[in-house]
């Protein structure tokens, strides 16, 4: 039987009911992210293609100004002002009510984004890179009237320190990464992202303005991924909902056979409906349409006892 549906908390008077599958869009304004950087020429052209992601079927978009694939070297806080804040405010400017993430580990960047109308923060280090993070998503009120959402994700380690999940122990590349707590990765995550859910609710953040993201990809070998994606059900027990962040990574590449990251859409939809059926709810990917498409189809065989969650509009 389906859970019953949540809401994830956001700010500006915003929330994203969770009684279906939800999708993040990936607008990412960088040169050099692994699969589509340089994508866009400037902020109307971002905020076009992602008004056209919204169309797509799209819940809300989420929008990063620094790269953090394997080898990436850190962005400072002006660049990514200067990247991310004129979309967020273009996209206000157009009339976008759709919520609005900004994928940043650093607390200048997320004020700023957060004044310029976005409503939650994705930070990939899970408040570790700058702890002035949690404060600021508390300061805003989190649980009530002003509140920013917030996602919290685990990484083994800082993406200039990282390699692919295919390149771990080439020559060059990062050893392979060890979780040597017994119940190997899967028990290593949960207690990561235990832990930093209670830094985050310690620092005043409500529950419901909480998401968390097991980080595929993240310092994990192609093994450890899928053992990752097989267990999903154990971090729900958390009691906050889980995001799967699977798209064109390359551990999909390697399992499917597909060297091209824009390629990977079948092995990336088959993780999101995997990770669906176990009970993940927010959906961060490249491809918007396929994804819809067959996530709804998961919500249904989801809730085929209950009766049918048709697709909007229908």
């Not at 390699?163 to 949960?190: C, H, I, L, M, N």
């Not at 971090?235 to 909902?241: A, H, I, Q």
């Not at 390359?250 to 499917?256: N, P, Q, W």
């Not at 091209?260 to 990336?268: F, H, L």
């Amino acid at each position: 039987m389906p859970d019953a549906p949540g809401q994830w908390r956001l700010a500006n008077g915003r929330s994203l009911t969770l009684d279906r599958a939800r999708i993040l869009a990936i607008v990412n304004a960088t040169p050099d992210s692994f699969s589509d950087g340089g994508r866009f020429r400037d902020a109307s052209h971002a905020a076009d293609e992602a008004l056209r992601m919204l169309d797509e079927g799209a819940d809300m978009l989420d929008i990063g100004g620094e790269s953090t694939r394997p080898g990436a070297q850190s962005v400072d806080d002006a660049e990514q002002i200067r990247r991310v804040v004129p979309i967020v405010e273009r996209l206000r400017a157009m009339g976008c009510t759709a919520p609005i993430s900004v994928d940043t580990m650093r607390s200048a960047v997320a004020r700023a984004a957060l004044d310029a109308g976005a409503d939650a923060i994705n930070d990939q280090s899970a408040g570790e890179d700058d702890p002035a993070l949690l404060a600021l998503v508390a300061e805003r009120g989190v649980g009530g009237a002003g509140g920013a959402g917030l996602i919290l994700m685990h990484r083994l380690r800082r993406s200039s320190e990282d390699s692919f999940s295919t390149r771990y122990g080439r020559a060059g590349e990062a050893a392979p990464p060890s979780y040597d707590q017994s119940g190997g990765v899967v028990k290593a995550v949960r207690a990561y992202l235990a832990e930093r859910l209670a830094a985050a609710l310690n620092a005043g953040i409500s529950r419901d303005a909480l998401v968390l993201d097991p980080g595929l990809g993240f310092g994990k070998t192609v093994e450890q991924n899928l053992a990752l994606v097989a267990s999903m059900s154990e971090f729900k027990t958390l009691g906050c909902p889980v995001l799967c962040a699977a798209s064109r990574k390359s551990f999909v590449g390697r399992i499917t056979g597909v060297d091209e990251p824009s390629e990977r859409i079948e092995g990336s939809v088959a993780v999101a409906i995997a990770m669906r059926l176990s009970g993940a709810t927010l959906f961060r990917v490249h491809d918007i349409k396929v994804h819809r498409r067959a996530l709804d189809m998961a919500d249904n065989i989801r809730a085929a006892r209950t009766g049918p969650i048709r697709p909007e509009g229908v």
